[in-house]
């Protein structure tokens, strides 16, 4: 009855219902909505930890990277266990996605503002890291860098391509997870803390339907791109 009724189209006078009726739909909220509250913490919890384990940023004084066995390692490291190896893999990732975050929906300004409202009156700063990309900021600019919300997409595919080494990132993914962003964003107001863990759930449990698109050998397959055009 719900996805009848929402198909028919969801309400936006009552604020925060498209986003609950999506991630519903979803089979990412229960049907007992007194369970809701106790998933979302879950997984925000499991998040927060990919968060720590998969983003790398090698240090080698940080005691914590000390005790993860990564004693004498150095930037030209080719060992597998290797963090500064891993820190270069990784940034090829990130690079590729920062290319097509950049050119997600550029009649938007929506992507390119602060994630923190406070922060969004600071025209000059913002202006210049939409021109760009962060490795060539410098000075003032890389000093006092805020974070966007096509920052918090960025992190959100490079978690998804790291749990997914099959599929990795693929252009068209950013234009997938911008719409489910923007919808979550403008709609809610509730469980704002959970924001980025919901969505990056929501993205993962749509790719599980679409990921076949993105794989080239499975092109030519029923599920693949060619089959499903």
């Known amino acids: 009855m719900l996805k009848s009724l929402a198909f028919r189209g969801i309400p936006s006078e009552i604020k925060g219902l498209r986003p609950l009726v999506w991630k519903v739909l979803l089979g990412y909220l229960p049907r007992e909505t007194a369970k809701w509250e106790n998933v979302m913490r879950s997984q925000k919890n499991v998040y927060d930890d990919l968060k720590v384990d998969l983003i ?39 690079q590729e996605i920062e290319k097509d975050i950049r050119r997600t929906r550029t009649d938007m300004q929506f992507f ?59 252009q068209g993914m950013n234009e997938i997870l911008a719409t489910i962003y923007y919808c979550f964003w403008q709609s809610s107001l509730q469980y704002s803390e959970y924001f980025e863990s919901d969505l990056f759930c929501c993205f993962t449990i749509v790719m599980s339907d679409l990921r076949d698109g993105f794989i080239r050998t499975m092109d030519s397959e029923e599920t693949g791109i060619n089959g499903r055009i």
């Open 56 to 94: 790398v940023i090698p240090d080698m004084d940080n005691e914590e990277n000390n005790n993860k066995n990564y004693d004498n390692d150095h930037p030209l490291s080719v060992k597998k266990k290797s963090l500064w190896n891993q820190y270069f893999q990784d940034n090829v990732i990130w």
């Open 112 to 170: 390119s503002d602060a994630f923190d409202d406070s922060q969004r009156d600071q025209k000059e700063q913002l202006k210049r890291q939409a021109e760009y990309k962060k490795s060539d900021l410098n000075g003032y600019f890389k000093e006092h860098y805020i974070f966007t919300h096509a920052d918090v997409m960025s992190r959100i595919l490079f978690l998804y391509a790291r749990l997914n080494p099959g599929v990795m990132y693929v």
